[in-house]
Every structure is written in structure tokens, then in C-alpha cells.
């Protein structure tokens, strides 16, 4: 479920993070690997302020080992603590109690000296739709918790989620808004299926699909559409043509379309990354 994000709901669920904030003692901002800038909330260093926060490269099962790597490295350069995460998978989930603790080494170290009686870490989860806050939340519960349908403010009262003895984690995430201005994010956001692709074109987003695969990831298309070398010099719209044939779907471009994307999303065509580190660097 995607909620359409007008200016008062904007403002709502900022509002909603912010009295959130207060509760917590760090900030768990999961963002998709495929998308490390696209998928970010484009208001987050205002909204969260100075509370510590860990960056977690979430869907990272899913993302291009090498440009995970480098962006993880961009992060770090920038003074945060990251992690790549896997949100479906426990073992990769039990490294964020460790990577919280170096976030907040100094409070910890403060309160020791202080003669403070440790207690758990405080934390929230925030994050655009779909990059998998639920999921987090689940697996770090250990059970399934009411889902939160995407919406902002779906429930009142602070509800906390134990995970062993070391973390507390408010039972609803912070839900924000993704960067709608830049239509190739957009693009990137729908082929992820991060916002509704009924608002673009589905040829469209073909299109761009095949152009990312033609220059990132030519043998994996390859593989998976049966196409030659000479195949990927064809121009996007005559080899969208071309795989419509091959599958059977002759000029039925829609058809093939929606094909090719919910094969990317299912993640037959392999790993990938939508934003190149290469081009932020360019
Ligand atoms: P949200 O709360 O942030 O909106 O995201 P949610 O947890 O609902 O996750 C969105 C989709 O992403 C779900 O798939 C979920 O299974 C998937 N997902 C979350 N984390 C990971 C991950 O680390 N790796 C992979 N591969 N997928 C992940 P779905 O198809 O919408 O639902 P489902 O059929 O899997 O339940």
C-alpha cells in the first residue's frame, strides 16, 4: 500500500517523528541499498537533528555487492555509523546492537562514569515506505507486529519492542516521505516498487530499466532474455520490441513491460543498483 503524500501529511508525520524523538536515544534511518540517496527522506538531517543515528543499507541481499561497498564508504566518510542489512535475515539483523552501542560509545561511557545503572538502548526505525521498516521491526521482535499499512499515526501511546536485553524499539516506525522532484528518482523509486507505478508509464519504466542494464549489468540481461552482444547496440524501444517477441508477446509492449519489471523485482535479473556511486562522484 503506497499513501500519496499531500503537504499536510508531510507535515503530520514530521510531526509524529519528532514528538517520537523524544523517546529514543538513537534513530535507526533504513534506507534501500538499491537507492542509497533516492530512497532517503529528503528532510532527514532536519527532522532528526542532533539524536544519533545509525544508517542501515537495508534489501542489501538484494543490491550490487560493489556499490553497497562503496556507499557504504561514502557514509562512513561522512562521520555515520552504516551497516549493509539484510532486515529478512537474523544473523544480519544482530549486528545492529553492537553498531548501536558504537553510535552512542560516549553516553554509554558518560553514564558508567557517572555510576548510571546501564539500561537498554532506545530506538525508533524510520524510513520511507516499502524499505522495509515492518520487516526490521518483525525480526527484531521476534513476531509478527501489526502492520502498519504505510500510514502515518495509525496508533497512540508509546509501545516498546524488547530484543534481548540490550534494545528497545518503538513498536510503530516513523514513516517520511521520498524525494519526489528528480523524475529519474522517481523512476528508480517505482522500479523498486517503492511508489505506486500506476503513476508512470509502465513502457517507460521499461525503458529506463533496459538503459541501466545495457550499462551496468549487460550480462545479466543477457542471461536472462537469451540476447547477443549485437542484441544490446539495438536502440531501448527495439529491444523492449525484441523481448516482447522472444517471450511471446509479440507487440503486446504493455504486457512485456510489466513482465520485465516484476522479473527485476523479483529479482530474477540478479543484484543491481539504481544510484551509481560513480555518477555522484562524476
Ligand atoms: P515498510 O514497512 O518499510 O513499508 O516495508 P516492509 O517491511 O513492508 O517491506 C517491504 C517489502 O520489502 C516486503 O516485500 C519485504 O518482504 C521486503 N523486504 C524487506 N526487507 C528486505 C530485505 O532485507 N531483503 C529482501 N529481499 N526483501 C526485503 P513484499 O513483497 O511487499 O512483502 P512479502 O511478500 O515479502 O511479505
Not at 143 to 165: D, E, H
Not at 181 to 187: F, L, R, S, Y
Request: proline content about 5%.
Amino acid at each position: 500500500m503506497t499513501i500519496q503524500w499531500f503537504p499536510g501529511h508531510m507535515a503530520k508525520a514530521r510531526r509524529e517523528v519528532s514528538e517520537k524523538l523524544k523517546f529514543v536515544d538513537i534513530v535507526f534511518e533504513l534506507i534501500d541499498a538499491r537507492l542509497p540517496l533516492s530512497s532517503r527522506n529528503p528532510m532527514l538531517d532536519q527532522i532528526v537533528q542532533q539524536k544519533p543515528r545509525l544508517i542501515l543499507l537495508n534489501k542489501s541481499d538484494l543490491a550490487d555487492i560493489n556499490q553497497t561497498n562503496q556507499w557504504l564508504n561514502y557514509f562512513r566518510d561522512q562521520g555515520h555509523q552504516v551497516l549493509a542489512l539484510t532486515a529478512k535475515d537474523d544473523k544480519s539483523v544482530k549486528q545492529i546492537v553492537p553498531a548501536s552501542k558504537k553510535v552512542l560509545a560516549e553516553k554509554i561511557a558518560r553514564d558508567k562514569d557517572r555510576g548510571v545503572k546501564p539500561r537498554a538502548i532506545r530506538a525508533m526505525v524510520l524510513g520511507i515506505p516499502n524499505v522495509g521498516k515492518s520487516t526490521l521491526l518483525n525480526h527484531l521482535a521476534g513476531k509478527k507486529i501489526a502492520s502498519t499499512g504505510n500510514r502515518p499515526g495509525v496508533t497512540k501511546g508509546q509501545q516498546w519492542l524488547r530484543f534481548g536485553t540490550q534494545l528497545e524499539l518503538l513498536d510503530t516506525p516513523g514513516i517520511l516521505w521520498p524525494k519526489f522532484e528528480d523524475p529519474a528518482v522517481g523512476k528508480k523509486l517505482a522500479l523498486t516498487g517503492a511508489i505506486k507505478d500506476d503513476l508512470l508509464h509502465l513502457d517507460d519504466l521499461a525503458l529506463y530499466q533496459l538503459e541501466i542494464f545495457c550499462r551496468y549489468y549487460p550480462e545479466q540481461l543477457k542471461d536472462r532474455y537469451k540476447l547477443t552482444n549485437e542484441d544490446l547496440f539495438l536502440d531501448f524501444p527495439e529491444l523492449l520490441m525484441l523481448i516482447s517477441e522472444k517471450r511471446g508477446f509479440r507487440d503486446d509492449y504493455e504486457r512485456a513491460s510489466e513482465m520485465l519489471i516484476l522479473e527485476l523485482r523479483q529479482g530474477k535479473l540478479g543484484r543491481y543498483t539504481l544510484d551509481r556511486f560513480e555518477e555522484l562522484s562524476e
